[in-house]
């Protein structure tokens, strides 16, 4: 199909290049900025929820493909859906063959985006600024403030359609580039490679669908040159999954891999039915740029259909694609933090949640080795030594320290201040352990009993240990009580006190060593103590505080 000529070609001598370059570009950078902007608005005033709606909806292929496609739609970005999903496979509340139909969604809600392209809203572009801007000055009203922030959001991506719109007119009558632009509809695959490439140069197939949509609209691209290019677009936004999941764990390069495989086995397969998806959108709208869009989302939707009962498959593909290495060398066997999940802010603070689950279990692990060498008289716990945390307490705070850079609503802020006191009360228990606590036991060890209060304090003292490990660990599970730790603790507290006195006033000064070694192991398991009582308060005030009435996300 070539582009109707309208009004008779001008010859390129009679225009000037420079508005319409400057006007593509000025305009795209609006409508990224805009997107970008959108995309941060929403996901801070819902982006907990949308955690909470990806983790639950996975039941089956059907609901994770709605799932993906409607928070995508939602949040503009198929980028930060595909984040949420690497995050719930990585932190192993998703599984791989869970997380591919989100994926293919995602694809599905892309399609909101040239669907936008097509809308010409006239003035009532400068009315969504202005009234978002209003909005965004309620600074008192956080989800106001960022309510406000999407809708002038949504404005300023309308403004640079426009400008982009506005721009493109003068080669609507300009036969070099119609010629040009013509050979996309004789040769799709020249579509698609334009599509791909300025896809990955954008690092945005919402921007490539968007332009190519206005270009429709405005006479100067075909439609069938138009669907190749947003069939191209598909390709490149896989080029961008695929850079983010560079150095990420082995799980979130298979979602990548199998984003890659759905996106370009599906340009593959309807790259020979562009003329009929042409005829469908052309039966179901009457101007060029809806066409385009309608066209857009026939093919998404077909693709996700077609790919959906082959999840099982995709899962087999990509494991072979992305085979698992050989077993670590290493015994740290944790997957980094990922700095990427900082600009989502709810996610990362799941993933430092995480870590301070994680880094619980070890210090917990930590401390039962130092009861075994307390009651069994060993000289050093059993097993392989554990090592040293120190480096990873300093990465998780310099992680949460990067959250606190971001834009952050009211809870987000409380989660945020609670997360940093307990991953500094772990760092402070864990130096307490290895430091003060592991030395003494091994002398101890050899004096005290395994009925000795000391030792049955200290055992207790793990018990709490035990009880914050599990409330880190499950999203929704009733924190430690600490008025009914207390009332255990504090008995045995006073027993091993009072016992050790008695052992001083009966040894004489022979025992005051002794003495003073014990006190000071009671005063590191005091210490422990404390800092299980901090992070239970931190843990029972996030849980009553937050509007869902959750525990944090895990």
């Not at 609006?30 to 996901?43: H, I, N």
């Not at 932190?91 to 669907?115: D, E, K, R, Y």
């Not at 009651?375 to 998780?396: H, I, T, V, Y």
């Not at 009733?478 to 008025?483: G, K, R, Y």
Request: proline fraction near 5%.
């Amino acid at each position: 199909m070539v582009v109707p000529r309208i009004g008779g070609g001008v010859p390129s001598a009679q225009i000037d290049p420079f508005p319409i370059i400057a006007g593509f570009l000025g305009g795209l950078a609006l409508f990224l900025f805009g997107v970008d902007r959108l995309s941060r608005a929403l996901t801070v005033v819902g982006g907990a929820a949308m955690t909470g709606v990806i983790g639950r909806a996975t039941s089956n292929r059907i609901t994770g493909a709605l799932t993906g496609a409607g928070v995508t739609a939602i949040i503009q970005s198929s980028s930060v859906t595909s984040v949420l999903v690497v995050s719930f496979v990585s932190a192993g509340a998703m599984t791989l063959t869970q997380a591919i139909p989100v994926i293919f969604g995602a694809n599905v809600g892309t399609t909101a985006t040239a669907f936008l392209a097509s809308i010409d809203l006239g003035t009532w572009v400068y009315l969504l600024i202005a009234v978002g801007f209003v909005m965004s000055m309620a600074k008192p009203r956080e989800r106001l403030v960022q309510t406000g922030a999407a809708i002038a959001s949504l404005g300023i991506v309308f403004l640079g359609l426009r400008i982009i719109q506005d721009a493109m007119v003068p080669l609507r009558t300009h036969e070099p580039v119609l010629d040009l632009l013509s050979i996309a509809s004789d040769a799709p695959l020249v579509g698609i490679v334009v599509g791909a490439l300025f896809t990955m140069v954008v690092q945005s197939s919402s921007a490539a669908s968007g332009v190519a949509v206005l270009l429709a609209g405005q006479g100067v691209l075909s439609l069938e040159a138009g669907i190749a290019i947003v069939l191209g677009a598909n390709i490149g936004t896989s080029f961008t999954a695929v850079l983010a999941a560079i150095g990420k764990p082995l799980d979130a390069r298979r979602v990548a891999a199998a984003h890659v495989l759905f996106n370009v086995a599906g340009v593959v397969i309807w790259v020979w039915f562009i003329a009929v998806l042409a005829r469908l959108s052309m039966e179901l709208a009457h101007d060029a740029a809806r066409q385009l869009a309608i066209a857009n989302t026939l093919f998404n939707v077909g693709n996700m259909l077609l790919f959906l009962p082959l999840v099982g498959v995709s899962v087999a593909v990509v494991s072979r694609v992305v085979p698992e290495r050989g077993a670590r060398l290493t015994t740290d066997t944790r997957e980094p933090l990922d700095q990427d999940l900082i600009r989502t802010p709810p996610l990362a603070l799941g993933v430092a949640w995480r870590e301070c689950h994680a880094l619980a279990e070890l210090l917990h692990r930590r401390f039962q080795g130092l009861l075994t060498v307390l009651s069994l008289g060993e000289q050093r716990s059993p097993g392989p030594p554990l090592a040293d945390n120190s480096r990873r307490f300093d990465e998780l705070l310099d992680y949460i320290a990067g959250i606190g850079g971001r834009e952050l609503d009211a809870d987000q802020r409380r989660a945020l201040l609670a997360v940093a006191t307990t991953a500094h009360q772990l760092q402070t228990m864990d130096e307490v352990v290895r430091n003060e606590l592991a030395p003494l036991a091994q002398t101890l060890g050899r004096q005290l009993g395994r009925t000795d209060p000391v030792v049955s304090y200290a055992d207790l003292v793990g018990q709490a240990l035990a009880g914050v490990v599990a409330a880190l660990g499950a999203a929704g599970a009733a924190p430690l009580d600490p008025d009914q730790a207390n009332g255990a603790l504090e008995p045995l507290h006073r027993s091993a006190h009072a016992v050790v006195g008695m052992q001083l006033i009966a040894s004489g000064a022979a025992g005051i060593d002794a003495y003073l070694r014990v006190t000071e192991f009671l005063d590191g398991l005091d210490r422990i103590v404390a800092g299980c009582r901090t992070i239970v308060d931190e843990l029972a005030d996030i849980a009553s505080g937050s509007p869902e009435g959750d525990t944090p996300a895990l």
